[in-house]
């Protein structure tokens, strides 16, 4: 089997990294703890392009889809964007879908990017595939309860924090 191959069974999981404009996209073996960056899938007016998310998915048949969800103090537009996006990619695929504190991995892609010389029109590009990689990394290198319980507790922990930051 070639590098760029999917694999023949269900051992990979699909990262996103969603953001307004684009959502990054990696690929990952939770066996070899090990993932890479795929592509982009084109955000307009808010909407993802199905289309695109539909080929990765169809491509890579993963077992998982885990997404990006920033860790802070305050529930945003973007916290209720990226939840959206995940029921709909749980409607869609009838796949479990796992959110992943990615808070710092486009900081962490700029970082690694600025490592090695890329012409500045693929950063953007690349970055947000980077940043998809490393939401996979993270929820290999987590204990699945971790992200359930940030999940479950996110509003408690966030007016605890609130009430001892006043």
């Known amino acids: 089997m070639k590098r760029s191959e999917p694999p023949t069974n269900k051992s990979s999981v699909l990262g996103f990294d969603y953001g307004t404009r684009r959502i990054g996209v990696a690929v990952g073996n939770p066996f070899l703890k090990a993932a890479r960056g795929l592509g982009i899938v084109h955000v307009s007016d808010g909407r993802p392009n199905e289309r695109e ?15 990006g969800m920033p860790m802070t103090l305050e529930t945003t537009p973007l916290h209720r964007e990226i939840r959206r996006f995940g029921k709909w990619l749980d409607r869609r695929f009838s796949l479990p879908v796992d959110f992943v504190n990615e808070s710092y991995s486009t900081e962490e892609s700029n970082f690694r990017m600025s490592e090695i010389k890329i012409k500045r029109k693929k950063k953007t590009e690349i970055r947000n ?3 998809a990689q490393i939401i996979l990394e993270t929820y290999f290198s987590e204990p ?19 009430k001892f930051c006043r």
């Open 53 to 67: 998310v539909e080929k990765f998915v169809d491509i890579w048949q993963p077992s998982r889809l885990i997404v």
């Open 129 to 131: 595939q980077l940043a």
């Open 144 to 162: 699945r309860e971790q992200h359930e319980q940030w999940l479950t507790r996110q509003p408690q922990i966030i007016m605890l924090l609130q």
